[in-house]
């Protein structure tokens, strides 16, 4: 199963995430399927590619909870 997920970059203490589209069995920073944005949770920065977000979602790839929120947020969901 697809899901949209965050993927962590940055150092110790400085963290930043990368939106991806990965397998729910594959590890947290593992090769992901397509980067699709990135999040800075310091900064409160993000930016994502709304209409490949929307075409993963048609697919049926589901988001974490946190992504949900966050695409809320950005009124893509």
Known sequence: MLKLRLKKIGRKRAPS????????????????????????????????DGPKIKKWLNYGVKPTKTVFYLLKKAEII
């Open 17 to 48: 995430y990368r939106l991806v589209i990965m397998e729910n069995s594959c590890r947290r920073d593992g090769r992901p399927i397509e980067e699709v944005g990135y999040y800075n949770p310091i900064s409160k920065q993000y930016k994502f």
